[in-house]
């Protein structure tokens, strides 16, 4: 004899009518719903419900006549769109098959050799010093978080998990040295950063940056106002992750990172059909990435309560947003460590 | 091979021709679902037609690894998530009916609905289903909507849908939930109806 639990039963009828249950569970499941009226009701009604639906959908599918005009109307707009991405580097490729001829492919060759020479010589200016890290390489990296330190010091910034080569940052900082602030090393930028330190006294410190290989490549796949935008981006997912609640209330004030994320949230919607357009799908990828979490927290009560930011946190820190952000906006001249 | 395989192929190289054999195949599947999602026979179009370009666009990296319709509705799911998400920024409140009215200025589109083949009564009668159908539809957030169309039309599980539209499989319970309570209450098939009803039959005593 089954005991009958008509709450337990209820919670069970939608994977009952939706067949999500196994033969057996279904069977048991069934025998038990027969043995409750309103059980047995409820299932009745659910399934008759879907039966309407059905029906329904048959009836609003448009006539056989109608899909000539949308097949047409297909053709129409596939004739409007470029080739595709394979098409265009096949006919890129097909564009050197005239570099049989031999004075060509000599010239190709001089033209490749000299390329290399230009790429060395560009490679060797922007050298990286090894970094004193480089030894102990195998130990835990603590933070992806960029810091400015104010003694001299190397800073490497790794962000972790990502698959790509590690983005380095050398800073240097003159402060509490007599004899005036160092010289940047060839090919560096020198950055003045202001920092209130205890008791009110403004601290200034050249920094030293260069980016290196990852930058690049961020640069070549992104636009400087997708950089912008991630830069932007990632500040406000920060901000946002970091608020706590106030001390005299349980909820958090995330006023301005709502506003904030509203703003981005259009920018992102832009700069992702551009994209689009473009076929740049790394940057259409990454934009769509960030777009569900501008759309969550402008979206967000002015005054969220813990349980409401929570999830919002969990999905951020299990996609590790922020540091690929912090990766794709990583360029030469921006290092991240200007907002410490 | 199979002959969608060699549309396929000849897809890849840009033959519309075979792209356009190979979205014959598919194209009232993808178009059914677009109309459920957006109740508007107009916008269906559109976004059925958005996916065929997403797709002939990504043709390149198919691969075959899965089935071409599995590949094909991933890229479907993606279109419907972005227009939802367009949609949510645009509209603060984007509930839509379908109007009878709408069923009936569709010829010059060539889009004549299924329930005009039948006599005038019963036309009518099926309009009013289909426009009670599409009103509970609206009382569902898109997200709900696209839950209760994966599950019931495309017959995903839970685990399936919870990773396509990247929530829990507790969301997708309870959107399918919340999705049947409202399409019964809109069509009026009420549970006390069969209750009562069952009451009727059981035996005295």
Same mark, same amino acid.
């Given at each position: 004899?089954?005991?009958?639990?008509?709450?337990?039963?209820?919670?069970?009828?939608?994977?009952?009518?939706?067949?999500?249950?196994?033969?057996?569970?279904?069977?048991?499941?069934?025998?038990?719903?027969?043995?409750?009226?309103?059980?047995?009701?409820?299932?009745?009604?659910?399934?008759?419900?879907?039966?309407?639906?059905?029906?329904?959908?048959?009836?609003?599918?448009?006539?056989?006549?109608?899909?000539?005009?949308?097949?047409?109307?297909?053709?129409?707009?596939?004739?409007?769109?470029?080739?595709?991405?394979?098409?265009?580097?096949?006919?890129?490729?097909?564009?050197?098959?005239?570099?049989?001829?031999?004075?060509?492919?000599?010239?190709?060759?001089?033209?490749?050799?000299?390329?290399?020479?230009?790429?060395?010589?560009?490679?060797?200016?922007? /050298?990286?010093?090894?970094?004193?890290?480089?030894?102990?390489?195998?130990?835990?990296?603590?933070?992806?978080?960029?810091?400015?330190?104010?003694?001299?010091?190397?800073?490497?910034?790794?962000?972790?998990?990502?698959?790509?080569?590690?983005?380095?940052?050398?800073?240097?900082?003159?402060?509490?040295?007599?004899?005036?602030?160092?010289?940047?090393?060839? @090919?560096?930028?020198?950055?003045?950063?202001?920092?209130?330190?205890?008791?009110?006294?403004?601290?200034?410190?050249?920094?030293?940056?260069?980016?290196?290989?990852?930058?690049?490549?961020?640069?070549?796949?992104?636009?400087?106002?997708?950089?912008?935008?991630?830069?932007?981006?990632?500040?406000?997912?920060?901000?946002?992750?970091?608020?706590?609640?106030?001390?005299?209330?349980?909820?958090?004030?995330?006023?301005?990172?709502?506003?904030?994320?509203?703003?981005?949230?259009?920018?992102?919607?832009?700069?992702?059909?551009?994209?689009?357009?473009?076929?740049?799908?790394?940057?259409?990828?990454?934009?769509?990435?960030?777009?569900?979490?501008?759309?969550?927290?402008?979206?967000?009560?002015?005054?969220?309560?813990?349980?409401?930011?929570?999830?919002?946190?969990?999905?951020?820190?299990?996609?590790?947003?922020?540091?690929?952000?912090?990766?794709?906006?990583?360029?030469?001249?921006?290092? /991240?460590?200007?907002?410490? | 091979?199979?002959?969608?395989?060699?549309?396929?192929?000849?897809?890849?190289?840009?033959?519309?021709?075979?792209?356009?054999?190979?979205?014959?195949?598919?194209?009232?599947?993808?178009?059914?679902?677009?109309?459920?999602?957006?109740?508007?026979?107009?916008?269906?179009?559109?976004?059925?037609?958005?996916?065929?370009?997403?797709?002939?666009?990504?043709?390149?990296?198919?691969?075959?690894?899965?089935?071409?319709?599995?590949?094909?509705?991933?890229?479907?799911?993606?279109?419907?998530?972005?227009?939802?998400?367009?949609?949510?920024?645009?509209?603060?409140? @984007?509930?839509?009916?379908?109007?009878?009215?709408?069923?009936?200025?569709?010829?010059?589109?060539?889009?004549?609905?299924?329930?005009?083949?039948?006599?005038?009564?019963?036309?009518?009668?099926?309009?009013?289903?289909?426009?009670?159908?599409?009103? @509970?539809?609206?009382?569902?957030?898109?997200?709900?909507?696209?839950?209760?169309?994966?599950?019931?039309?495309? @017959?995903?599980?839970?685990?399936?849908?919870?990773?396509?539209?990247?929530?829990?499989?507790?969301?997708?319970?309870?959107?399918?939930?919340?999705?049947?309570?409202?399409?019964?209450?809109?069509?009026?098939?009420?549970?006390?109806?069969?209750?009562?009803?069952?009451?009727?039959?059981?035996?005295?005593?």
């Amino acid at each position: 004899m089954i005991m009958h639990n008509c709450v337990k039963t209820r919670d069970r009828l939608v994977d009952l009518v939706f067949d999500e249950l196994g033969t057996e569970a279904r069977r048991r499941a069934l025998i038990e719903i027969e043995s409750c009226p309103d059980c047995l009701a409820q299932y009745r009604s659910m399934t008759e419900t879907l039966r309407v639906f059905d029906r329904a959908a048959e009836t609003a599918m448009p006539d056989e006549g109608y899909w000539p005009g949308y097949e047409a109307r297909l053709r129409e707009r596939l004739r409007g769109e470029g080739p595709s991405l394979k098409q265009r580097l096949e006919r890129w490729i097909g564009a050197f098959r005239p570099l049989t001829a031999r004075p060509l492919r000599l010239a190709a060759g001089l033209a490749l050799v000299l390329l290399a020479i230009g790429w060395w010589g560009w490679q060797r200016r922007h /050298a990286v010093e090894p970094p004193k890290y480089a030894k102990n390489k195998d130990k835990a990296i603590p933070t992806p978080q960029p810091k400015v330190e104010s003694r001299d010091k190397e800073i490497v910034v790794l962000p972790k998990g990502l698959g790509v080569p590690p983005k380095k940052f050398v800073v240097t900082s003159s402060v509490g040295r007599s004899g005036g602030t160092r010289r940047p090393p060839e @090919g560096g930028t020198t950055n003045t950063v202001r920092r209130v330190e205890r008791g009110g006294d403004i601290v200034e410190k050249n920094v030293v940056s260069r980016g290196y290989d990852q930058p690049l490549i961020a640069a070549s796949l992104f636009t400087p106002e997708t950089i912008r935008h991630f830069e932007k981006a990632q500040l406000m997912l920060r901000s946002f992750r970091n608020a706590s609640a106030a001390k005299d209330t349980a909820a958090t004030d995330l006023a301005y990172e709502k506003q904030l994320s509203q703003r981005l949230l259009y920018q992102n919607i832009l700069l992702r059909r551009d994209a689009e357009m473009k076929g740049n799908l790394p940057a259409e990828e990454a934009l769509g990435s960030l777009e569900p979490f501008l759309l969550d927290i402008a979206n967000l009560p002015d005054r969220p309560s813990p349980d409401e930011l929570s999830d919002i946190r969990e999905r951020l820190h299990r996609k590790e947003l922020i540091a690929s952000l912090q990766i794709s906006s990583a360029m030469p001249s921006t290092p /991240a460590y200007q907002n410490p | 091979m199979t002959e969608e395989h060699k549309l396929i192929e000849r897809a890849q190289e840009g033959d519309h021709e075979a792209f356009c054999s190979l979205a014959r195949s598919y194209q009232r599947r993808i178009y059914a679902l677009a109309l459920h999602y957006t109740r508007d026979p107009h916008e269906a179009e559109d976004l059925s037609q958005e996916v065929w370009l997403k797709a002939y666009k990504s043709l390149g990296g198919f691969r075959g690894e899965a089935g071409f319709y599995t590949w094909l509705r991933r890229i479907t799911i993606n279109t419907f998530l972005n227009h939802q998400r367009e949609m949510k920024t645009m509209y603060s409140s @984007g509930k839509k009916a379908f109007r009878l009215g709408e069923l009936v200025s569709l010829d010059e589109l060539g889009l004549t609905p299924a329930a005009a083949r039948h006599a005038p009564e019963e036309r009518l009668q099926q309009q009013m289903m289909v426009e009670k159908v599409m009103e @509970g539809l609206s009382g569902l957030t898109a997200q709900q909507r696209l839950i209760f169309l994966l599950k019931h039309r495309e @017959g995903m599980t839970y685990d399936e849908i919870a990773q396509a539209c990247e929530v829990s499989t507790g969301t997708v319970k309870k959107a399918l939930f919340r999705a049947i309570n409202r399409l019964r209450e809109y069509l009026g098939v009420k549970s006390d109806d069969y209750a009562q009803l069952c009451e009727d039959k059981r035996p005295a005593g």
